[in-house]
């Protein structure tokens, strides 16, 4: 120690980077294999995400609940749910995922 620093050995400093750079290399990975929602599908899932109807999400977005029924179907898909609430967790989580990387 020097000065209130605390000085570690070359070869621990070159661990704890190695761990970072994994790290980061995963997190990278699975932002880069995320699925993408269309700007129509990320509005319809916002939705649900507050807990919206088909019919209110459809009234809101001037479509039919029909439409709104087929978003939903490819939304299910492209993010591996099945039911509203795990698309709202599902959501929320990709939500949060991208506004932890904001500068």
Not at 7 to 25: D, M, N, R, T
Not at 43 to 60: D, H, M, P, S
Request: aromatic fraction near 6%.
């Amino acid at each position: 120690m020097h000065n209130g620093e605390l000085w570690l050995p070359h070869l621990v400093i070159s661990q704890i980077f190695a761990l970072f750079s994994e790290e980061y290399q995963r997190a990278h990975q699975a932002t880069a294999h995320a699925p993408r929602l269309t700007t129509r599908e990320q509005a319809i899932a916002a939705l649900v995400a507050q807990g919206w109807t088909n019919k209110e999400i459809a009234k809101q977005l001037v479509l039919s609940p029909e439409t709104i029924k087929k978003h939903l179907k490819n939304i299910f898909a492209k993010l591996g749910t099945q039911k509203r609430s795990e698309l709202a967790a599902r959501y929320i989580g990709m939500l949060s995922n991208a506004i932890q990387r904001l500068p």
